[in-house]
């Protein structure tokens, strides 16, 4: 643990061997009890848009788990165990990655599980101002946690699920929006 915190904190080393700085970090990572967190979201289907996000909190924490939420309110494309499907083999390649499907509140699921910070992934300001509203919602629900926000990498920010599921209604090409197991799935829905 303590290899990895100094990793990450590597740039406050000094001449003595010592890193102060480091140690400040640690007790606050510890403190806030930061070394998993959660990605929710429908991911119906799950984007390119998401694995980045994937990747790159995968890359800060420990560890990331992924939400498949299930909303009974909400019509989707592909069911909970398909969205779920196809995020395991999405998320393969990632060590420290797995997902789960959950059916209630997502502050109920960090609560369950000890979790207390709560990833989503930004493409611009409508993004923003939903998922700010959102996460007051959450904290005032759950104020122990956190919510982090990680802005989209510009080749993704226009890739949206309801686009890309209209896309694929017109059998327009999508390879390069969504991971091969998404296309194949696509293509199932839209044969
Ligand atoms: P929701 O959970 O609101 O139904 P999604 O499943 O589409 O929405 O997305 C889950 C999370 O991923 C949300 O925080 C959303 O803003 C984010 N997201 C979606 N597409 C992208 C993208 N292309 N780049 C970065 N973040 C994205």
Not at 39 to 51: A, I, V
Not at 82 to 100: F, H, S, W
Not at 139 to 157: D, N, Q, R, V
Not at 165 to 185: I, Q, T, W, Y
Request: charged residues 25%; aromatic residues 8%; contains cysteine.
């Amino acid at each position: 643990m303590e290899g990895v915190l100094e990793r990450r904190a590597g740039f406050c080393g000094n001449k003595t061997g010592q890193r102060p700085v480091a140690r400040q970090i640690k007790v606050f990572i510890v403190d806030l009890g930061m070394f998993k967190a959660v990605f929710p979201g429908s991911f119906d289907p799950p984007t390119l848009g998401h694995l980045n996000i994937i990747e790159r909190a995968s890359a800060v924490f420990d560890e990331l788990i992924v939400v498949v939420a299930e909303n009974k309110q909400k019509e989707y494309l592909f069911s909970a165990d398909e969205r779920l499907e196809m995020m395991q083999e999405i998320i393969k390649p990632c060590k420290n990655v797995t997902c789960t499907s959950w059916d209630s509140l997502v502050v109920d699921f960090l609560k369950q599980e000890g979790i207390r910070i709560l990833i989503r992934g930004v493409r611009g300001m409508d993004d923003f101002s939903h998922e700010f509203e959102l996460a007051m919602m959450n904290k005032a629900l759950y104020p122990h946690i956190e919510t982090l926000f990680i802005s989209t990498e510009s080749k993704y920010i226009v890739l949206r699920s309801s686009s890309i599921k209209e896309l694929a209604a017109f059998h327009g090409d999508v390879s390069r929006m969504v991971p091969p197991v998404v296309v194949k799935a696509l293509k199932g829905k839209f044969q």
